[in-house]
T-cell receptor, first 113, second 110 residues
Framework: GAGVSQSPSNKVTEKGKDVELRCDPI?????LYWYRQSLGQGLEFLIY????????KSGLPSDRFSAERTGGSVSTLTIQRTQQEDSAVYLC???????????FGPGTRLLVL | QKEVEQNSGPLSVPEGAIASLNCTYS??????FFWYRQYSGKSPELIMS????GDKEDGRFTAQLNKASQYVSLLIRDSQPSDSATYLC??????????FGRGTSLIVHP
């Protein structure tokens, strides 16, 4: 595709439910990042995938958060037992390699009631 | 702890003026430097990238990097109301995980 795509664009869920957010990076990009951005805040790094290497999970805020990347392409971020403080925009970005420009998807706006 | 500092603003400039946005970073090993623009409710989009000391120009935008002073800036010439947005500075080093500043809000008034 022409750019990074994410789905769903919006997600409203009830506290305690699990949610899955999907990211489809630019074809050929080996690096994939997940970020979280709360209202009026900066970008909070969550997790980084590079090729077939083990992901860097150092930014995940709790063990309720997990992510996988299948076949070096599509990634899914899963949040279990959602809490109201998980409400934010979840952004995915991809790049050709780790030090290069990141291209962001449109984000998924998550609201936990 | 790697830090990237930006003045949150808002920076207000008149249309046609030069807007100067500044960013300092703490990690001397940083190798790649980026400026992103983020409109309200939208995702960040790349404006400029710079990797070596000096100036890099692209249209109305000039990025300036001074690694000795750990300082990177973005100049926007002939500012337009459409330039009104939040500008994010991002710095990447050996870990390949960029550190983003919290952004500077720019307002260009007619």
């Amino acid at each position: 595709g022409a750019g990074v795509s994410q789905s769903p664009s919006n997600k409203v869920t009830e506290k305690g439910k699990d949610v899955e957010l999907r990211c489809d990076p630019i074809s050929g990009h080996t690096a994939l990042y997940w970020y979280r951005q709360s209202l009026g805040q900066g970008l909070e790094f969550l997790i980084y995938f590079q090729g077939n290497s083990a992901p860097d999970k150092s930014g995940l805020p709790s063990d309720r958060f997990s992510a996988e990347r299948t076949g070096g392409s599509v990634s899914t971020l899963t949040i279990q037992r959602t809490q109201q403080e998980d409400s934010a925009v979840y952004l995915c970005a991809s790049s050709r390699a780790g030090l290069e420009t990141q291209y962001f998807g449109p984000g998924t706006r998550l609201l936990v009631l | 702890q790697k830090e990237v500092e930006q003045n949150s603003g808002p920076l207000s400039v008149p249309e046609g003026a030069i807007a100067s946005l500044n960013c300092t970073y703490s990690d001397r090993g940083s190798q790649s430097f980026f400026w992103y623009r983020q409109y309200s409710g939208k995702s960040p989009e790349l404006i400029m990238s710079i990797y070596s000391n000096g100036d890099k120009e692209d249209g109305r935008f000039t990025a300036q990097l001074n690694k000795a002073s750990q300082y990177v800036s973005l100049l926007i010439r002939d500012s337009q109301p459409s330039d009104s947005a939040t500008y994010l500075c991002a710095v990447t080093g050996g870990s390949y995980i960029p550190t983003f500043g919290r952004g500077t809000s720019l307002i260009v008034h007619p």
